[in-house]
């Protein structure tokens, strides 16, 4: 019965979320208005719920209690949910993805590209099938380890018995199940960052020029995760961020207190208005632009379930208004480094060509870090020069 009661509460969630905050938000608020659940069953509850968000826009036509059967199915291993529900799928509920969906489509018509449905709009670099599936997926965490503290953190995990793995020098992967926070420091020992939001300096240190930079700003601060990565990078280099969000720098100041780093200038901003100046310049600007985040939808599949394709067209308006102002503030032959979360080509592609032909720079490299093979994020960056 407990279980029939948890597809109804999660039917309920549903219903009323309007994605107005991100669901993680929603979700803790309606527990704790309605104290009869316990910790068990919020957990089933909320995988319920995410587990539909990761079907995007496919099986429109299935009732809700059967879309959230089948979406439970592709998106988790075997489990008590549909053990009572669907034994005779639970039975096959650990196979590989590409065996469930078969199985599904045994069922009813499914079609996993549905799950995406923004293909004309997608990067020609992005494999567009392999990315679709990719959603029924839960990424790994992914950990940065400060420099100099591998030995502490590598110690700790061991200790903790965690399941973990060493990809590459310095970044550590756990299930996206795992707590850290009892057993590493964050910000101080490990950074919480996508692998591949890790790789996003790699064409500005592969380019050889890491002396000269003496000064950077980071345009677009928000939560500070690239500013402290451009400080473990560059260590000696003069920092400056900045944001359109007041409580964002309050809170990007703690972080920094965590991470050891005292020595900065931060300021509100907002550089999309057509009046912004900033008399400073810099040796390097960081402007991880505002976007639509769909590189990222993975972790938050609600965006993918309620995404609206017009908001493309915004997301590039603004970023071009955004690097139209941040490159006023390079210094001769210095460099711009554009980057999003963004698979959208109108959030890239075309951003970069309105770089070279209306601001006059040289596009020195641009690449996608795909993460949907590898239970990661996706991103994209562009290195330009100024002359």
Request: charged content about 20%.
């Amino acid at each position: 019965m407990f279980v029939s009661a948890y597809f109804n509460t999660a039917a309920t969630i549903l219903k009323a979320y309007q994605g107005s905050e991100p669901f993680h938000y929603y979700v803790k608020k309606y527990f704790a208005a309605h104290k009869q659940f316990g910790s068990r069953d919020r957990k089933y509850i909320t995988q319920i719920c995410y587990s539909f968000f990761r079907l995007g826009k496919a099986l429109p036509h299935l009732d809700l209690e059967e879309k959230l059967l089948v979406s439970l199915f592709l998106c988790t291993g075997a489990n008590i949910l549909l053990a009572q529900k669907k034994p005779e799928w639970n039975i096959r509920a650990d196979e590989p993805v590409a065996q469930k969906i078969q199985f599904i489509n045994e069922r009813f018509p499914f079609d996993a590209t549905a799950i995406f449905p923004f293909k004309e709009a997608l990067s020609n670099e992005i494999a567009y099938p392999l990315f679709c599936t990719s959603f029924l997926i839960q990424p790994d965490i992914y950990l940065r380890i400060r420099p100099g503290k591998k030995t502490t953190v590598l110690q700790k995990l061991q200790e903790a018995k965690l399941d973990f793995k060493l990809v590459g020098l310095d970044t550590i992967s756990l299930p996206n199940t795992s707590k850290v926070d009892a057993i590493l420091l964050p910000d101080e020992e490990v950074v919480v960052q996508d692998i591949n939001s890790q790789q996003i300096l790699q064409p500005l240190i592969k380019n050889g020029d890491r002396e000269r930079l003496e000064t950077g700003w980071d345009c677009c601060a928000a939560s500070g995760g690239k500013s402290i990565l451009l400080h473990d990078a560059f260590p000696s280099i003069a920092l400056t961020v900045s944001d359109i969000r007041k409580n964002i720098l309050v809170n990007l100041k703690n972080r920094f207190q965590r991470a050891g780093i005292s020595q900065y200038h931060a300021f509100v901003g907002d550089l999309s208005a057509p009046d912004f100046q900033y008399k400073n310049k810099f040796d390097l600007v960081l402007c991880d632009a505002p976007c639509s985040g769909s590189g990222t939808w993975s972790r938050t599949p609600e965006q993918l379930y309620l995404f609206e394709q017009g908001k493309i067209t915004y997301y590039s308006n603004l970023q071009k208004a955004i690097v139209s102002n941040a490159v006023k503030s390079l210094k001769p032959a210095a460099y711009f480094l554009y980057c999003t979360c963004s698979v959208f080509k109108e959030e890239n592609e075309e951003v970069v060509n309105f770089i070279r032909q209306h601001l006059s720079l040289t596009l020195l490299s641009m690449d996608y870090f795909k993460g949907y093979t590898a239970k990661a994020d996706t991103l994209f960056a562009a290195l330009f020069q100024q002359s």
